[in-house]
C-alpha cells in the first residue's frame, strides 16, 4: 500500500571511488520496497564512517543492498510491502538501512523501524540507528558490560564513542574514553565520561592504570585495532573482554596468547551491515524494549556535530575524516531537489 511517491529521486553517488569531492547530487529513480520493507520519505540522514570507507572503495555494500550510501535515516513511511502492518503507512521512523539513506527516499525492512516519538525531531532521530544499534550489541551483548563495571572506550567523542559514554553512564557503568587533544577531552567529560585521556600526550596505558588504582577495565571498545589491541590487553583486568568494532589503525595484531589464557580474556568483534534481518530485527526488539525509551523520555540524547544539506554530502565526509567533528554529522534531506 502507497500513500503516493514521485518516480525519481534526488540523491547522492559518486562515478568511481575516492575523495570525497568524487560525492555528487543526481537523480535516480526512487526505490521499490519488497514485501517486509517500508519506503521512507527521508527527512535527515546520519553519517557514519562506514559511509566513508565504502565510498573510497574499501567496504563493498552486500548483496542485494542498495549501492547508495547511507546506513540511518529519519522520515515518514509512505509506502509499505504486502507483509508490512497497514497501520505502518503515515507513520515518523528511525529507521536502520542496509544503505540508500543519501536519498529523498530509502527502503528498510519494517521491524528495523523504531518510532519517533512526541517530543523528538527527525533530525536527532537520523542520528540514533546506527551508532545505537552498534554500540548495544558490542558493549552490552557481546562485551557483556554492566552495572558497576568500567569501561575503554577509544574515539571518544565519534558518533560511537559518545553513544557508548551516554548508554554506559545511563546503565551505571564507568567511562573512560580517549580523545586527540584537550578541547576533545573536555567535550568528553561534559557529556559524561569519568576519565578522558589525551592520547597524543599521555600512555593511555598508564593512565588507566593509575585511575584504576591498577585494576584495569572490564571492557574496551576499540575501534582502532592494529597496536592498539597488545595495549588494549594491559588495561584489561583478569576475566576482561575486548571487543572489535573498526581497524582503523590496521587490520593485524600481534598477541601474547599465554596472557590471554592466564588472565581468562574474551576478544571478540563484529560488523553489523552484513548480519541478517532476523538478527537486525530482534536487535531493535531489544534496543525498543531496553535503550529506546531512554530517549524518548529525553533522559538521554544523542550529541549532535553539524548539519549538512544533502547535496553539501562532500564536506560531511570531509568533516568526518578530518576527526573535527564531536558526536553525530547529519545531511539534510527533505527539499534536497
Known sequence: MAAGKPATMQAIGFEQPGAPDVLAIGEVAVPEPGPADVLIRVAYAGVNRPDCLQRAG??????????????EVAGEIVAVGADVP????GQPVAALTPGGGYGEYCTA???HCLPVPAGMDMKTAAALPETLFTVWHNLFERGMARDGERVLVHGGTSGIGTMAILLGKAFGMEM???????TKCAAAREI???LAINYREEDFVEAVKAHTGGEGVNVVLDMVSGDYVPRNLKCLAEDGRHVTIAVLGGAK???NMAVVMMRRYCLTGSTLRPRSDAFKAA????IA????PLFARGEIAPVMDKTFPLAEAAAAHARMEAGEHVGKIVLEVAGAS
Open 58 to 71: 574499501a567496504y563493498p555494500p552486500p548483496p542485494g543492498a542498495s549501492p547508495i550510501l547511507g546506513l
Open 86 to 89: 497497514d497501520t505502518m503507512l
Open 109 to 111: 525492512p519494517w521491524n
Open 176 to 182: 573512560i574514553v580517549t580523545c586527540g587533544s584537550e
Open 192 to 194: 559524561g565520561a569519568d
Open 253 to 255: 595484531a600481534e598477541l
Open 283 to 286: 536487535l531493535a526488539d531489544e
Open 289 to 292: 524494549a531496553d535503550a529506546w
